[in-house]
């Protein structure tokens, strides 16, 4: 079973944002970046599936330099090997402009499973595993709770909405968007980070290729969201915050 | 050169944001000046059909096929390929459902075109549309314009006050579409729910939820105190279920429990869109947490930016006497 991860580098959860001066996209300068965490669900499923089936985990990122840190991480934690796909200025991309960069690597590979996180937590578009089936001409299945191989094809369970579930059978290739929380993330081990070091990592940069789209959908201005809702925000230290918070709870809103 | 709303329909029940979408669909439709459409699939959806007659639409499609009975990306995205080329609308409006999220992005990619997902809000300009989204779990917010036609967007739940039915009859065109069982890869098996749940939030009248902020399991006695203290029930967020601290059927949000109760404290919760969906509709909200710019601070009534280690202990100190 030969499965591509598609991992994305997102700044790291917490981050103290800050919006560029023409207020297009952040200002990148301070920002420490992680690996998307439903990507880490994504990865750590393929290598539980290697480890069961045998075969390869190849790892897929797009973006500049900084990103071969996470692309180290994935090795260290097991992948076989990555392709880092080298551009600067995805940031505020719309979702298929990056997939169709992603697309143009990945159709070389002829993988039998594409698996991504359910979407990143910046831009939270939700579209990277279903638009690379398009491209690739695979099946999918989004938001997977578990994957069963059964030779040819693989049974996934899908999350509905409210608590409902459904299992769906699809042939091979396919791509699937994970949900988190699917298996217990694993940490690369010493051993681990030293054999990262020996792995191959292809880089392409993104202008050697030729995607078959043009950006449709472009990010004219960020900004903080204007508060709609007029919330009382109490300070002080924690017992005065706590006394007013009770006072308030008992004679204003009145529900303790 | 209309807007057309996808009203989507599982077992021949809309699904509750279809109506939201036709709203936000409604408003763009009037900005623009153009007619406002709406689209039914499914199989045997004559009923469904009829009913989506009553509401604003100025036409809405009945696409009913043998292979639409059952959702599959394949079958949906065909069918609605077919539809917008044949009638060309410049907008097409979805709700920002799981089904959604599945098809929605195949079927822009068909056109080439950008999917536009989860809006919050959208203004026109120079007879164009401009689409507000979230960006970073609800920190901030982007202007997200289009080019080129068609577009494709798909409308949060919540973020457009659903579309009543009016007295309207609106005409049904019937648009047959082709489709080959053969292209249908997937399998859909029946839906179904886990075992019986033994916790039912959504009866409660005090929840204390806790998120990340938490950080590890070891600490969750901290927040058990309090809802000890309030006679309350224990909710979490997605990543403490996740992660094993507390079992998935306490988890509040799109994929957990919808909750109404009269007090809700999120103690440690950012606030993702997806958790907020599902606790919204609470009387009183208190949020606890270290992050002044957290997205729950803009739905709470009351908001404490601080360590919870300190306030939470604190607070049940004061609930103490106050009960003394």
């Known amino acids: ?256 | 050169m209309s807007v057309l709303v996808v009203l989507e329909q599982h077992g021949g029940k809309w699904n509750r944001m279809a109506f939201e979408a036709a709203a936000a669909g409604k408003m763009i439709a009037e900005s623009l000046g153009v007619p406002l459409q709406a689209v039914v699939l499914g199989s045997a959806i004559d009923g469904l059909a009829n009913d989506a007659a009553r509401y604003e639409f100025r036409k809405v499609f009945a696409t009913d096929n043998p292979l639409l009975a059952r959702y599959t990306p394949d079958g949906y995205t065909a069918a609605l390929e077919q539809l917008i080329r044949a009638h060309q609308p410049r907008l097409i409006v979805f709700p920002h459902s799981y089904q959604v999220r599945d098809y929605a992005p195949k079927l822009s990619t068909r056109f080439r075109k950008a999917f536009i997902s989860d809006v919050v809000g959208v203004k026109t300009e120079n007879d164009q549309a401009v689409f507000v989204r979230q960006l970073f779990q609800g920190k901030l917010s982007a202007d997200v314009r289009a080019n080129g036609n068609p577009q494709f967007a798909s409308v949060q739940a919540g973020a457009f006050r659903a579309m009543e039915p009016g007295d309207g009859q609106a005409q049904i065109e019937r648009f047959a579409v082709k489709l080959d069982s053969a292209q249908i890869r997937s399998q859909p098996e029946e839906p179904f729910r886990e075992a019986q749940r033994s916790v039912d939030l959504t009866a409660a009248d005090v929840i204390v939820s806790v998120g990340r902020g938490i950080k590890e399991k070891d600490n969750l006695p901290v927040v058990e105190a309090l809802a000890g203290v309030l006679g309350a029930e224990l909710a979490a967020s997605r990543p403490i279920c996740d992660n094993g601290w507390l079992p998935m059927e306490r988890q509040v949000g799109s994929s957990g429990q919808t909750v109404s109760p009269r007090i809700y404290f999120a103690i440690g919760i950012s606030g993702a869109i997806q958790h907020l969906v599902g606790m919204k509709g609470s009387k009183t909200v208190v949020a606890i947490n270290k992050d002044e710019n957290a997205p729950i601070f803009e739905t709470a009534d009351y908001g404490a930016v601080g360590d919870l280690f300190e306030i939470v202990p604190a607070l049940v100190e004061e609930i103490k006497k106050s009960k003394a």
């Open chain 1, 1 to 256: 079973m030969k499965i591509i991860v598609s991992v994305k580098q997102v700044p790291v959860r917490d981050s103290l944002l800050r919006i560029n001066g023409e207020g297009t996209w952040l200002d990148e300068s301070d920002l420490s970046y992680e690996m998307n965490e439903p990507d880490a669900y994504a990865l750590e499923e393929a290598l539980q599936l290697k480890e069961k089936l045998g075969g390869e985990v190849v790892v897929i990122c797009a973006g500049p330099q900084r990103v071969s840190q996470t692309i180290r991480e994935a090795l260290a934690k097991g992948a076989d090997r990555a392709i880092h796909v080298q551009a600067e200025d995805l940031g505020p991309r719309d979702a298929l402009t990056t997939a169709a960069l992603l697309a143009a690597v990945l159709k070389a590979e002829l993988p039998d499973m594409i698996l991504t996180g359910l979407q990143s937590d910046d831009l939270g578009y939700g579209q990277t595993g279903v638009i690379l089936a398009e491209l690739l001409g695979y099946a999918h299945a989004t938001i997977v709770m578990e994957v069963e191989p059964q030779g040819n094809t693989i049974r996934v369970k899908r999350e509905l909405e409210d608590g409902w579930f459904q299992n769906v059978i699809l042939p091979l290739p396919a791509v699937l968007t994970v949900q988190s929380g699917i298996k217990k993330l694993r940490y690369a081990t010493l051993m681990g980070i030293k054999k990262a070091k020996t792995k191959e990592v292809k880089t392409v940069s993104a202008s050697d290729l030729v995607p078959d789209t043009a950006p449709s959908a472009l990010m004219e201005r960020i900004y903080l969201p204007a508060h709609a809702k007029h919330t009382q925000i109490l300070s002080g230290d924690p017992k005065d915050v706590a006394r007013q918070l009770v006072e308030k709870l008992r004679f204003e809103a009145r529900v303790l």
